[in-house]
Structures are given as C-alpha cells and as structure tokens.
C-alpha cells in the first residue's frame, strides 16, 4: 500500500501538477512580500509630527497688539470696531471690560464728545521662546507701531510683553515678558536644510492659535530683494503665522515664517521664512543694546549681466557692479571706481550683487576687509574700512549735462561730443564723450541721448575721436562693453554692434 501511494504521488502528471502549484504559491509570495515591502516603505516615507509638536507646542505664543488712533484719524477713514453696536444700540454705546472706560461720553445736547485717543485692537501675530526667562522672538511687522503687546500661551496664561528691540531690515523683533521657567524651542542651523525635507510651522493664522501645519523645502535662498535669502516652502501659512516657528524633524527651528507669496492673500503653496542662523544673530544686538549695528561703504550696486560679463571679460555673470561711489565714504577712501566689479568681500565670494549688502552689514564697523574687484579685464585687490550704516545716505549728487557741442558719429548709431571741463569735476570724472544722438544698435541696448561713455572694454576714453577710432576696429562678432554714467548712475552696457 506504501509502495503504491509512493507511486501514485510520483507519476509525471502528478509532479507537474505539484510543480505548476508551487509555482502559484511562490509567485503569490513573492507578490505578498513586495506589498508589505511597499506598505513599509510608505509608512517610513510619511512622519508622524505629534511628538514634536507635543514638544514645541507650549513655546508657541499667540500675540494680538492694540493701537493708539486719533479721532480725526479714525473720522478720516481708521475703522472703528464697535460701530455697528453704536448703529443699533445708540450713539452713547460704551464697549465693555477695560475698552469702556476711555469710551466717549455723553456730550451737551445728547452729543459724544470725542476722545483724542483711542486704543483698538490692531492686528494678530505668533512667536516662540528663546529662553526659560521670558525672551521671545518674533517679526518686526507683527509688533511695529503697537502701543501694548498681549501674549498668550496654549495653557491659557496671557502676559503683557515688552519690545526689547526690532529690526525692520530683517524684519526681526525680540519681546521679553517677566517669567521664569517657560518653555523654549531649541535652535537648530538652516545652513544643513536640502531641497525636500520635511518641516512644519505652529502658529495662530487668522487668530486661530496653536495652528500646525507641515510641507517641505521648496527652495533655499531665495532671494526677493529683501535683506535676507529666505527659505521657501510649501508649507501652509497664512496672516497671523507672522513671526511662529518653522522646526525641522528633530524639533529644532530653522526659521521665522514671515511672508506668504499669494494673489488672494491667503495660502497658495509658497511661503518665505527667515532662516534663524540670520535672525539669532539680530537678536545677539537687540538683547545687548535694543538696536542692529551695520556695515556699510556707501556703494550703488546692479547686477552683471551675462552680455555685460562678456563684454569685459569677466568668466562669469556674477558680483556686484557698481554704479555709484558716494563721495568720501568708505569705498571712496578705498579706490572703488563706478564701473567696477566687486567679486569678493571679506574673503567670500559674490555670486550674486544682493550678497554684497548682507556680507558688508555683518562686519562691524571699522573693521579693516579685503574687497576684490574685476577692472580693465583682471581683479585688482583692496582694502576697505567699513563705516557705520547711516539712514537716508546718498550717493554724490547728480550734475548738469553739457550742452551738445558739434557731434562726431560713431558705427555704433551714436553721435558724441567732449565732456565739458565742468561737468567732469562736479562728476569727478576724467575724459568721456557724452551721446547727443543716439540709433540702433545703441538705442537698442538701451543707450540715452545725455549719457556719457567713460569706458569702452578695458581702454578709457578721452575724446570723440579717439573713441571713434576704437569702435571702429572692433570686433563685431561679440558685443562691446560701455561703461556708461547716467546722471548719479554709473552702469555697463553691453552693445552688439551691426555687422
């Protein structure tokens, strides 16, 4: 019987029936294993944020400020939130709690008579500890022109802050409340965030504190003109996460939320937040003196631009080109020239003119730095003392323009004439033609009747007819680097000329 159910369990068709089954089986293990592996995967790919939220949650502050405004100027336009009770309940309505008692009262005749001052709520903000002892930090929007400030933590707590400092620049404001113990957020580095990494904000949008909301890097650096890079996300943030926390995944901040890119000024999928390696550093000035010292040398800077850079033989289209020198500043001082190149500050590189401000606003006044800068086709190496950043400082004042005397024409589609003796010194220039008629291909770069041309490649001008003599033997395969002066405006201007 053993023998005959060996055999029948071994008979060819048997066995291969036995073998097509294990061969489902294993397909549809296999398959199995695959799916749990990509089940796996995607519970590792999506973070779980409660536990640092759990952390970070009760360092976030709402902040509401109120402000002072006049009767006239609330008559004038400024809103008064409690009008429409007036509407209804009369024109003697007196608002309750504390904002009843500076109220208006009843005048002669049943009249109001009208405060000159009026204290109104003013707008909603967040911000976040920094230290156990009451220091918080924040946007310099959130608290600016606020006569009182209002914290209120997620236990319920409510605090009235003090502005130790802010810093409209960088849009930096640090708040200190009299406490002890609170709770802090640790600070982390934004220079270690990549491109795709996970964060999230904690804040109070349209007033609804303790909001979290998470995305990821979209960008670093991004640069809107503004003082500082930002770190973009697409993280969900809308007024009233001014001034919150952006954390990264181990708690840590990494930046300020601060500005929200929109048409309809709620969330559209782009946020800017100040990176916090920038901001503590503000902060290092507010909390030592209540205001942010900076470095200056009192220069007007633009872009380089890729034609520009050919033109004068820079290798690449990067640094600050100067187009104005202010008179006896530290540039000046320096040798600085309008026209120049600045390719370095203080031993790092410009890559993009908007470095400049931000490498020369770190250096503290009267320090002695090296700058690089590319003229006449090489870098010239010099020395700068950084001054003090001042308000309103102007660069030298524009100067009349000569009279058109009589006009040599050059192949460029210009007609030019000396620079009068005059107008040289009050532009504390030498030489230089100036452009009394002007057609492509020079209008079309974008060359102006007034303009005076300083500097054509690396070789100065010091007349029409020398000028026309160089413009003639150029090569008109590649364009011509113009130095050009425009009013107080010093800029190079790439011409491609007609072949």
């Known amino acids: 019987m053993r023998d005959l159910y060996q055999s029948y369990l071994y008979q060819p068709a048997d066995r291969a029936r036995r073998a097509l089954v294990a061969l489902m089986l294993g397909v549809v293990l296999v398959a199995g294993g695959v799916q749990t592996q990509q089940v796996h995967a995607q519970s590792v790919a999506l973070p779980d944020f409660t536990t640092i939220v759990e952390k970070a949650e009760p360092a976030v502050v709402n902040i509401r400020t109120t402000a002072k405004i006049s009767a006239r100027a609330q008559a004038q336009g400024g809103q008064d939130p409690y009008e429409m009770f007036r509407h209804f309940f009369g024109p003697d309505f007196q608002p309750p709690g504390p904002g009843g008692k500076g109220a208006p009262q009843p005048g002669p005749r049943g009249k109001r008579a009208e405060p000159e001052e009026r204290t109104v709520p003013r707008g909603v903000g967040s911000g976040f500890f920094i230290s156990e002892d009451g220091y918080v930090l924040t946007n310099h929007h959130v608290v600016?022109?606020?006569?009182?400030i209002f914290l209120t933590l997620t236990d319920g707590r409510e605090f009235k802050a003090k502005l130790i400092g802010s810093d409209e620049r960088t849009d930096?404001?640090?708040?200190?409340?009299?406490?002890?113990?609170?709770?802090?957020?640790?600070?982390?580095?934004?220079?270690?965030?990549?491109k795709g990494q996970w964060v999230l904000a904690i804040g109070s949008p349209f007033g609804l504190d303790s909001t979290v909301t998470s995305g990821i890097v979209s960008a670093l650096g991004r640069d809107t003109g503004?003082?500082?890079?930002?770190?973009?996300?697409?993280?969900?943030?809308?007024?009233?996460?001014?001034?919150?926390?952006?954390?990264?995944?181990?708690?840590?901040?990494?930046?300020?939320?601060?500005?929200?890119?929109?048409?309809?000024?709620?969330?559209?999928?782009?946020?800017?937040?100040?990176?916090i390696n920038e901001a503590m550093s503000v902060v290092e000035q507010l909390r030592a003196s209540g205001k942010v010292v900076r470095g200056r040398i009192g220069v007007q800077i633009g872009e380089v631009s890729k034609d520009v850079s050919q033109a004068i033989g820079l290798p690449k289209a990067e640094g600050a080109l100067v187009s104005g020198v202010e008179q006896d500043a530290p540039a000046d001082k320096a040798?600085?020239?309008?026209?120049?190149?600045?390719?370095?500050?203080?031993?790092?590189?410009?890559?993009?003119?908007?470095?400049?401000?931000r490498l020369v606003g770190e250096v503290k006044p009267g320090t002695s730095a090296p700058i690089e800068v590319w003229r006449k086709g090489k870098p010239v190496k010099?020395?700068?003392?950084?001054?003090?950043?001042k308000v309103d400082a102007k660069v030298v004042a524009k100067a009349e323009t000569a009279k058109p005397a009589e006009a040599a024409t050059t192949v460029l589609g210009m007609g030019v004439v000396p620079v009068e003796a005059e107008v040289q010194t009050k532009l504390r220039i030498k030489g230089g033609v100036q452009v009394t008629s002007v057609e492509a291909p020079a209008s079309?770069?974008?060359?102006?009747?007034?303009?005076?041309?300083?500097?054509?490649?690396?070789?100065?001008?010091?007349?029409p007819e020398q000028f026309t003599k160089i413009v003639a033997g150029l090569d008109k395969t590649r364009p011509v680097g113009l130095m050009v002066r425009r009013g107080d405006q010093t800029q190079w201007v790439a011409v491609k000329p007609t072949k």
């Open 144 to 148: 600016a022109d606020a006569t009182e």
């Open 172 to 194: 930096v404001a640090l708040l200190k409340v009299d406490a002890k113990g609170m709770s802090i957020l640790p600070i982390g580095d934004a220079k270690q965030l990549k």
């Open 226 to 275: 503004d003082y500082l890079p930002f770190i973009q996300t697409d993280v969900a943030v809308n007024p009233g996460n001014s001034g919150g926390p952006l954390l990264n995944m181990k708690g840590e901040v990494v930046g300020i939320n601060a500005q929200i890119v929109s048409r309809s000024g709620g969330s559209m999928g782009i946020s800017l937040a100040i990176p």
């Open 335 to 357: 040798g600085i020239l309008p026209g120049d190149v600045i390719i370095s500050f203080n031993g790092k590189p410009i890559n993009k003119f908007s470095d400049l401000p």
């Open 382 to 389: 010099l020395k700068v003392t950084v001054g003090e950043m």
């Open 444 to 463: 079309s770069a974008g060359i102006a009747e007034g303009d005076i041309i300083l500097t054509a490649n690396d070789t100065d001008i010091t007349g």
